[in-house]
């Protein structure tokens, strides 16, 4: 288990988002991204909303869609800063890909599984 503050945790989640191409970082659309500190259900991040795919004329004024990053969780599987830095940058991706509809098994052939 590698021991990272919270503000260290929450520096590498945005060095992930900083990795994400300028074009689609500007299509992201109402969502927030918020580190928590576990899930009880072993998650590394979960990804709350309706993808972008899935937004119809009727979608407005509606609450953001939520992407939690779990730092306990990553931390905890890995070995070093350097692996928790790779499963953040992963982590992050997954679920800023399903914001986007792409579903797990499109990215798993991707290889963001």
């Keep these: 288990?590698?021991?990272l503050t919270r503000r260290e945790f929450e520096e590498?989640?945005?060095?992930?988002?900083?990795?994400?191409p300028a074009e689609l970082a500007a299509l992201m659309d109402n969502v927030v991204i918020t580190?928590?500190?576990?899930?009880?259900e072993g998650l590394?991040?979960?990804y709350e909303g309706i993808p972008l795919t899935e937004r119809g004329d009727s979608y407005f004024g509606v609450l953001p869609d939520q992407i939690f990053i779990y730092r306990n969780n990553i931390c905890a599987i890995c070995e070093t800063r350097?692996?928790?830095v790779?499963?953040?940058l992963v982590t992050v991706v997954?679920?800023?890909a399903h914001h986007f509809g792409i579903d797990d098994e499109r990215l798993h052939r991707l290889g963001w599984g």
Excluded: F, K, N
């Design 94 to 96: 997954h679920e800023v």
């Design 44 to 46: 590394l991040g979960l």
């Design 86 to 88: 790779e499963e953040v």
């Design 12 to 20: 590498l989640v945005a060095d992930a988002l900083d990795e994400i």
């Design 1 to 3: 288990m590698v021991e």
């Design 35 to 40: 580190v928590q500190e576990e899930s009880p």
């Design 82 to 84: 350097e692996e928790v």
